[in-house]
């Protein structure tokens, strides 16, 4: 069983979870998740399997796997107009959905991991099996979870399989995930794409929540109503 928050207020939803070794408790997606659903929009955010207080086990926690999780939400939804809002892996873990499954209305990365196997070299690289992750608690490096980033590589080239829009918001200031990864991507896609950089923001959006509502929400409420459409990128930057 997933841990979750479901608010039902109407026909549209959006979902919305986290990143590595996290879980969906976090204010950067708390806000969101309230300022939608005073849009009326229903809100969905849930922690993936092995993770938070969600049941499995944290070591067979892959992008993989978590795609799956994703994909049962999808299937609890229906045939409700849904976004889905990713912060850091679990962006990759919608973009990764997103490249086969066509149910989605629309997609947000916020700091998204998309060279997943240069992320995991980077920051788990030195480590040994069963060394904590992220100086985590429960949160145990596993062979599983290695050889899935590494046979990712980055998702780059899965951006022409992806026909939703996607906004991409990354703080320029990111010390785990650099803003060149949303650019990747965002470079990369053929459909509809935003990219607002948020200048001087971190990993966690720590004094910016106001700036990412203001990213997040308008365009979540249009394309959670409209159909694809394929258009330039839309760069914005935001400064304090």
Same mark, same amino acid.
């Given at each position: 069983?997933?841990?979750?928050?479901?608010?039902?207020?109407?026909?549209?939803?959006?979902?919305?979870?986290?990143?590595?070794?996290?879980?969906?408790?976090?204010?950067?997606?708390?806000?969101?998740?309230?300022?939608?659903?005073?849009?009326?929009?229903?809100?969905?955010?849930?922690?993936?399997?092995?993770?938070?207080?969600?049941?499995?086990?944290?070591?067979?926690?892959?992008?993989?796997?978590?795609?799956?999780?994703?994909?049962?939400?999808?299937?609890?939804?229906?045939?409700?107009?849904?976004?889905?809002?990713?912060?850091?892996?679990?962006?990759?873990?919608?973009?990764?959905? %997103?490249?086969?499954?066509?149910?989605?209305?629309? &997609? !947000? @990365? $916020?700091? =998204?991991?998309?060279?997943?196997? +240069?992320?995991?070299?980077?920051?788990?690289?030195?480590?040994?099996?069963?060394?904590?992750?992220?100086?985590?608690?429960?949160?145990?490096?596993?062979?599983?979870?290695?050889?899935?980033?590494?046979?990712?590589?980055?998702?780059?080239?899965?951006?022409?399989?992806?026909?939703?829009?996607?906004?991409?918001?990354?703080?320029?200031?990111?010390?785990?995930?650099?803003?060149?990864?949303?650019?990747?991507? %965002?470079?990369?896609?053929?459909?509809?794409?935003? &990219? !607002? @950089? $948020?200048? =001087?923001?971190?990993?966690?959006? +720590?004094?910016?929540?106001?700036?990412?509502?203001?990213?997040?929400?308008?365009?979540?409420?249009?394309?959670?109503?409209?159909?694809?459409?394929?258009?330039?990128?839309?760069?914005?930057?935001?400064?304090?």
């Amino acid at each position: 069983m997933l841990d979750c928050n479901y608010t039902d207020n109407g026909e549209c939803v959006a979902i919305i979870s986290h990143g590595v070794t996290s879980n969906h408790h976090r204010p950067y997606l708390n806000i969101l998740n309230d300022a939608l659903s005073i849009e009326g929009i229903s809100t969905l955010s849930f922690t993936f399997s092995g993770n938070g207080q969600s049941e499995g086990n944290f070591s067979d926690s892959t992008i993989s796997k978590e795609v799956n999780d994703l994909s049962s939400i999808l299937d609890f939804i229906g045939n409700r107009p849904s976004i889905y809002i990713g912060h850091s892996m679990g962006a990759a873990v919608g973009l990764k959905l %997103a490249s086969k499954d066509q149910r989605l209305k629309g &997609l !947000v @990365s $916020l700091a =998204g991991m998309i060279n997943v196997k +240069e992320f995991f070299d980077k920051q788990f690289g030195k480590l040994s099996i069963g060394d904590l992750m992220m100086d985590r608690e429960g949160c145990p490096l596993s062979q599983q979870i290695l050889e899935d980033a590494r046979e990712i590589g980055t998702l780059t080239h899965l951006a022409d399989k992806i026909n939703i829009p996607l906004l991409f918001v990354h703080g320029d200031k990111d010390e785990l995930v650099p803003i060149q990864d949303s650019i990747d991507m %965002a470079e990369a896609s053929g459909t509809e794409t935003h &990219l !607002v @950089s $948020l200048s =001087g923001c971190d990993h966690k959006f +720590e004094g910016y929540y106001e700036m990412l509502v203001e990213a997040v929400v308008p365009l979540s409420l249009i394309h959670i109503s409209e159909p694809t459409r394929r258009t330039p990128i839309s760069y914005a930057v935001f400064c304090l």
